[in-house]
């Protein structure tokens, strides 16, 4: 390292903790915005992941939102999908189970109110005459839609049973091996 280099980063040093701050705030304005990326990337790589942390957060904050819409996609492609799931998962939690069952309640209801209207109208409709244009095929087709949801909900998963067949089909290649 040249001495004045040497004489600049000791005077840099000599300096008090506000006149150190201050000097690194004018840095970056100083230096040129073709260096400040140089600038940045020293400083990162010599901080510790929290000071990093911090660094990056505030960073963000500063930035404009479509800025920071399109760092945090960036960030996110970055990380493998493990790593996206465990961060989407962080930031918006799934919800719980009692929210889970409330809102499955919710579904079942109201596609059951669903049915027994179109099952009312169907009914009404055979032993009412008609007036007017009347397509009993609309609600006929609305009902078994209602139905085939209703009844899709007691069928197992196919995902399910099939980490259930390769379970047991793997354990009975194991146990056959022995």
């Not at 903790?17 to 201050?22: D, G, I």
């Amino acid at each position: 390292m040249p001495n004045e280099e040497a004489n600049v980063l000791a005077d840099l040093a000599a300096l008090q903790p506000e006149q150190r701050k201050s000097f690194l705030q004018q840095l970056p304005t100083v230096v040129g915005s073709e260096d400040a990326p140089d600038l940045y990337r020293a400083a990162a790589a010599r901080a510790s992941s929290p000071e990093l942390r911090g660094l990056v957060v505030e960073s963000i904050k500063s930035m404009s939102t479509g800025d920071r819409q399109d760092t945090a996609s960036d960030t996110l492609k970055t990380l493998t999908a493990p790593e996206q799931e465990a961060a989407v998962d962080s930031a918006m939690p799934r919800p719980d189970a009692p929210i889970r069952n409330k809102l499955w309640m919710m579904v079942v209801q109201g596609f059951t109110f669903v049915l027994v209207g179109s099952f009312a109208a169907l009914a009404i409709g055979v032993f009412l005459p008609a007036k007017g244009e009347v397509k009993p095929e609309l609600i006929l087709s609305m009902f078994t839609s209602v139905v085939g949801f209703l009844a899709g909900l007691f069928v197992p998963s196919p995902a399910a049973s099939r980490r259930t067949n390769g379970a047991d089909q793997g354990a009975a290649a194991e146990g056959g091996a022995h």
